[in-house]
């Protein structure tokens, strides 16, 4: 059993981590265009408060986590009616596993990516996973001394953001935007957030300008 396994049942028992959502939710909808007919992939999704966040604002939604207990909850909450009817759940793990055919408008991660060792197959799986100008949002750790999580942490101490940016744009996105968007307060410590987002390109603009596909 995870560790996330383990909190999964009282992920949201914390108000900050409920108003981290209603923050990012009201951030992503200033930044992206969303539709009754947008479909969302929430990546990483815990406990899929983002997603309950902006339920009111998208069309289907699909919550995947590769943590059971995490997936559970949110089962729970499809079940009881916190998430609309059809919301799907899937164990999905990009970084080691194959990307799913099916396509979405819109995907979003908020606080995974720092977690993932290997950043560049995830990135280029979320462009994989979107339409033609579908849009991705990720909310992570700016660049921090190692605190957050300690020295024993193997993941990422946050992000550079001008080098997630040029990686951004090497997975096949454009017009990356990263901006504030929240402070994280732990152990009497403020750690800023940002909100990263970006256009999936055009499969031909990625090749360039009249470039044909190789036979």
Aim: proline share 5%; charged share 30%; aromatic share 6%.
């Amino acid at each position: 059993m995870s560790v996330f396994d383990e909190k999964a049942a009282t992920w949201d028992d914390d108000p900050t981590k409920l108003e981290r959502a209603r923050v990012v939710a009201e951030a992503v909808r200033a930044a992206v265009p969303l539709t009754p007919t947008t479909r969302l992939l929430e990546y990483g999704a815990g406990t899929a408060q983002l997603s309950q966040e902006l339920s009111g604002d998208v069309g289907p939604i699909t919550a995947a986590d590769p943590s059971e207990g995490m997936r559970e909850v949110v089962a729970a909450k499809v079940t009881d009616g916190r998430l609309p009817e059809g919301t799907r759940v899937w164990d999905l793990d990009l970084a080691g596993g194959e990307v799913p055919q099916e396509r979405f408008d819109l995907v979003a991660s908020v606080l995974t990516l720092h977690h993932i060792h290997e950043l560049e197959p995830v990135l280029r799986a979320f462009a994989t996973l979107l339409e033609d100008g579908g849009h991705l949002c990720v909310v992570d750790l700016v660049a921090e001394d190692g605190s957050f999580h300690g020295e024993d942490f193997a993941g990422h101490h946050g992000f550079d953001t001008d080098d997630l940016t040029r990686q951004l744009s090497e997975a096949g996105f454009a017009d990356v935007d990263v901006r504030h968007v929240h402070d994280l307060e732990k152990k009497g410590r403020s750690y800023p957030l940002f909100l990263a987002t970006a256009t999936r390109e055009p499969a031909s603009e990625a090749r360039g300008d009249g470039e044909e596909p190789a036979s």
